[in-house]
């Protein structure tokens, strides 16, 4: 897993200097970087459509912007990060004293050489960001002020791959486009999202996977809007977000707290023993609260390390390459791919000789076991999964129930599928 987390580290080095909004070329460039990894469907809505509640805004596109001093130079310059602007600002050129200017700098006092990410998508206002010792180290005179951005009718971009399934049923697994230089939040989940739909089209996977590239809360609210009609396809859903620092894994459940979903993660963090932690669903986070919704009330979950907001990086400059590791992303990767394989897996099965115990022996299953190291796991395995092949409990019953790995339990089932045991 190394080499790929190697991997999923330098895409996320790469898009790092791009800025990025809710709309603009710079979603637009991030997606044709990830296009070269997978074929997307990318979807343009126009500015002032009507979704659910809201309306897509105007699209928003900057070239430059900076502060000059007296002399020129640039005590503040865009171009050294994408971050030194607020989202969305509009329009200036103007030269003003520092006492004025003041009232548009955002800073973070307690972190003094960070820069702090800020937008204003919805009210128009133009500011910059910049390190709290910068601002302490201009002196007072009038600064030269220039925000070289359009906002104007455009569009809203989001994009779709599709990994096909044996059945129509859906999984969604969604990122956020809209962060600008933030590699946590959420260029490591882009990354890790991408590489699982990578991994998954070398499979032939049971469900279809529907991986969905989109700015945040506008973005998952235009395509739910988009696809309310089909809605019902969906029947599990994860949304990946700070997936490549050093903490410990963290899994937010979904609204209903006891969707399949739910119970997969929880069964594969606790069974893989690494650290980490659950949390009860909040209204409040990344694009799950959307697909949470009550009147979609969909099974979606979050995975994350350490959740939004939960370490000091978060939103600011120090959310930089440096700060995401290979190892992190490779095995929030692993836990992904785990969960997916349990869940592809899960069924209700119906034991056809329901009336005692079956003869093992004679069907050659305890032949089978033979020499195995783990000959009494699978003998274990079968006998749970014939006593409770009722046509009611999931392979995920069994195995919570039995406190058996479910991938015992998943092979004892197939084993006696094959014998006539049991049947879908």
Same mark, same amino acid.
């Given at each position: 897993?190394?080499?790929?987390g ?7 080095? /790469? ?10 070329d710079?979603?637009r460039?991030t ?5 070269e ?25 900057? /070239? ?8 020129g ?6 171009a050294?990060? !994408?971050?030194?602007v607020?989202?969305y600002?509009?329009p200036? !050129?103007?030269?003003m004293?520092?006492?004025e ?5 955002h ?6 050489n960070?820069?702090p990410?800020?937008t204003s ?5 133009w500011?910059f960001c ?19 951005s ?7 971009t ?12 859906e ?5 956020h486009?809209c ?18 739909a ?8 049971y469900?279809?996977?529907?991986f969905?590239?989109a ?14 009609e ?7 859903g ?46 409040y986070?990344?694009d ?5 919704s ?9 995975l994350?390390?350490t959740?939004y907001?939960?370490?000091p ?5 120090a959310?930089?390459?440096d700060f995401v590791?290979?190892e ?11 969960a997916?394989?349990?869940?592809d /897996?899960n069924? /209700?099965?119906l034991n056809?000789?329901p009336?005692?115990?079956p003869?093992l ?9 033979g ?10 395995a ?16 069994v195995?919570?129930?039995?406190g058996?790995?479910?991938?015992s ?8 599928h ?6 879908t």
């Open positions: 897993m190394t080499a790929v190697e991997e999923m580290h330098a895409l996320v080095e /790469r898009l790092y200097p791009l800025c990025r909004s809710i709309t603009g710079g979603v460039a997606l044709d970087i990830v296009g990894y997978l074929p997307l469907n990318v979807h343009e809505v126009p500015t002032g459509t009507q979704v659910l509640d809201w309306t897509v805004p105007q699209e928003w596109n900057i /070239r430059d912007a900076y502060i000059a001093d007296s002399t130079r640039r005590v503040v310059d865009f050294e990060s !994408s971050l030194h607020l989202g600002s509009v200036v !050129s103007r030269t004293p520092l006492t200017l003041r009232q548009h700098l800073t973070l006092p307690d972190h003094p960070w820069v990410y800020r998508y919805y009210k128009p206002e500011g910049l390190a709290q010792e910068t601002l302490d180290a201009l002196p007072d005179g009038d600064y030269e002020v220039r925000v070289d359009t906002l104007a009718d455009g569009h809203l989001y994009a779709e791959h599709v990994v096909p399934g044996q059945v129509a049923d999984v969604i697994v969604s990122c486009t962060h600008p230089s933030l590699a946590n939040d959420n260029l490591a989940g882009i990354a890790v999202a991408t590489f699982l990578r991994a998954l089209a070398r499979q032939t996977p469900y279809t996977y529907r969905i590239y700015p945040g809360t506008i973005g998952a609210i235009t395509w739910l809007a988009r696809n309310a089909r809605i019902e396809r969906v029947k599990h994860l949304v990946l977000a700070c997936a490549g620092d050093t903490g410990q894994l963290t899994y937010k459940q979904s609204r209903r707290g006891n969707a399949e979903i739910d119970r997969v993660l929880r069964h594969v963090l606790a069974a893989s023993e690494r650290p980490h932690r659950v949390d009860e669903f909040t209204p986070g990344y799950e609260r959307q697909y949470c009550p009147g979609f009330n969909l099974g979606v979950g979050s994350s390390r959740p907001a939960g370490y990086e978060y939103h600011t400059s959310d930089n390459p590791s290979p992190a992303m490779a095995d929030t990767l692993a836990v992904c791919r785990e997916f394989a349990v869940l /897996r069924r /209700r099965y056809l000789s009336y005692g115990e003869q022996g004679r069907r050659g299953l305890y032949d089978a076991l020499g195995r190291s783990d000959t009494k796991q699978a003998q274990m079968m006998l749970w999964v014939l006593n409770l092949s009722d046509g009611e409990h999931s392979l995920l019953d195995a919570e129930r039995s058996l790995p479910f991938a339990v998943a092979g004892a089932a197939d084993a006696l094959e014998a006539g045991l049991i049947k």
